[in-house]
């Protein structure tokens, strides 16, 4: 398994899904993690369940769509822990399922100050801290709807294809300063939103379009970002990696 003994790493919309599999993933690799969401609640049980089992992680609260919320949750981290090493950009939300002539302005810039602002805020305020530490690593949570359509869900479509963009010019600019940055794509993934959420039979329709058959984990997606955030990566920036049953190879 990839090691992160002693590295500091930040999990944004840590409190569920693919967020808190990457943090206990993480913090299973011998890292710090700070268990980053909107809903405090749910990235303190993320984080008791860490430190149960013998990791060391806190929980914090952040707005990824306010740049200042962000600013001071990564001056907190390096106040406490003196750096950052790894950023994981994942906090998003579905937004509203419309094509572009039926969005209204509200709708749209709702999830686009999330899903991509809030990946631009956070990727600027650590790779800030990074530079002056002599470098880090940064992975945002991009989507099988960056590099494909699919009908009525413009405001996430053009937020997610917005991420790679954001990613790959992170990666050019900042190689230099000893500074990576890579995007993952999941697929439809079988969270507990997605498994209690879904009718069985639109669940069963979406699985049936992965061509092995059957929607991700969020573990099996955190094992990318392990990964990714470690140095058996040292030589990746700028990339794109789906984990999608083959979804974008249909």
Partial sequence: MSDLTDRIALVTGG????????????AAAGATVVVADRDRAAADAVTAGILGNGGKATAATVDVADSASVNAL??????QHGRLDIGVNNAGIG????????????????????????V?????AEILQMKKQGGGVIVNMASILSVVAWPGAAPYIGAKHGVLGLTRSGAIDYAADGIRVNAVGPGFISTDLVKNGLPPETYDMLAGMHPIGRMGTPE???????????DDSSNMTG??????????IR
């Fill in 120 to 124: 631009f805020y956070c990727m600027r």
């Fill in 74 to 79: 990564v001056d907190a981290i390096v106040a």
């Fill in 220 to 230: 099996e997606v955190a094992k990318l970002v392990l990964f990714l955030a470690s």
């Fill in 95 to 118: 937004g509203a399922q419309l094509g572009i002539a039926e969005l209204t302005d509200a709708e749209w810039a709702e999830t686009r100050s999330i899903n991509l602002d809030g």
């Fill in 239 to 248: 990339g794109y990696y789906p984990v999608d049953g083959g979804y974008t």
């Fill in 15 to 26: 409190g569920a899904g693919i967020g808190a599999a990457c943090s206990r993933s993480f």
